[in-house]
């Protein structure tokens, strides 16, 4: 986060807040979100994009009412994947003509509620979608905008449970073979439809442009051929999320221009050379957003010194506040904040309390060697899929979400208590 700062005294402070005082206010484990960065993120997309794009930003990474808040101060757009972020976005008022409706697996109820919440897209992933999205708008009188989500079959280089583009998965019809294709023929004579566009989404954490250069010129290829069968250009076309961030120091993330340019860049050339007017870009950043917006803030409980091997430090969080790295096998850093340190750095593995060998939330750091108990430390680049995905494993509360900024810091997601699990219990 840009406004996490260390003193000449030590002092670790947050958007000028001493991390102390903070723990002491907010209790641990807590992320903590610097509200002016995300914000000055959400205003690099648009600018980087310009007038002739949207951006949408993709909720599943984090979201809350005053996230929604933010977009829509921002000008951004919203992706929702459940009816959950669709009732956050408009409960927190985000115009339903600025939401997109995502998902593989819409229920019947999702798509009723976003038809008449009056969505401005409906990203459609399947023929039997088309004709119950069809069915849904016609029932209500109107006709929807959809886009088709297609895989472009290219092989995003990452991690294989968030790479999308290939054919042989769950999202999206594939271009090759036809389908894709064959959806827009079906899209085109539904009476409930309005195809506005084509939806691609290669992956997540990615960091060269060249998977989305392919992705575009395969995209447009189909706005091209859709031109020469039904002598419709389709206005739209979405290139979805994925760029990566920086969660160590070998990691080496492109900014939102640099996507921008290269994007524009293909899309304008395939266009001309297709002879198609260029159609409106919309992309879906939700990581390169929140990530680096955010940290967690953990208390040392124990400290397990294995002689020959390395020493485990033990948080009162893991795994149900970032099932990430168990998941992933991702990285992360970790600092000491509490206090400066000159004792000598020690191979540590920062684990967590849950009753799992594989509770790790840094796999490999190194962590001054005096480090005690009640000490407080900091994982950086948490923004994004740590609340979101947060459980309550071993009856953990969901630590809270805390925006700082300007001197002031406020929860805008409340650390759970133990009545929010009993009330769930009926029985
Ligand atoms: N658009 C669509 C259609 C998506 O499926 C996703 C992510 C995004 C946009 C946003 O991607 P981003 O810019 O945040 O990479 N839980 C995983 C990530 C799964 C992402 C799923 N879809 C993780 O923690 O890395």
Known sequence: SRTVARDAAGTVTVGGLDVKHLAEEFGTPAYFLDEEDFRARCRAWREAFGPDADVFYAGKAFLSRAVVRWLHEEGLNLDVCSGGELSTALAAGMPAERIALHGNNKSLDEIT??????????????????????????????????????????????HEFIATAHEDQKFGLPLAGGQAAEAVRRALKLDGLELVGVHSHIGSQIFDTSGFEVAARRVVGLLAEVRDEHGVELPEIDLGGGLGIAYTSDDDPR????????????????????????PRLSVEPGRAIVGPTAFTLYEVGTVKELPGLRTYVSVDGGMSDNIRTALYDAEYSVALVSRTSTAPPMLSRVVGKHCESGDIVVRDAFLPADLAPGDLIAVPATGAYCRSMASNYNHALRPP?????????????????????????VG
Do not use: K, M, W
């Open 113 to 158: 509620r976003a038809v008449e919440a009056g969505v401005g897209r409906i990203v459609v992933d399947s023929f039997q979608e088309l004709v119950r999205v069809a069915h849904v708008a016609q029932a209500a009188g109107t006709r929807q905008r959809v886009q088709i989500r297609v895989t472009v079959g290219v092989e995003a280089h990452t």
């Open 255 to 278: 900014e939102p221009h640099e996507i921008a340019g290269a994007l524009r860049a293909i899309v304008e050339r395939e266009c001309a050379a297709a002879g198609l007017a260029v």
């Open 401 to 425: 979400v805390v925006a700082v900024g300007d001197g002031t810091a406020r929860a805008i997601v409340r650390r759970e208590t133990e009545e929010d699990l009993l009330r769930l219990d």
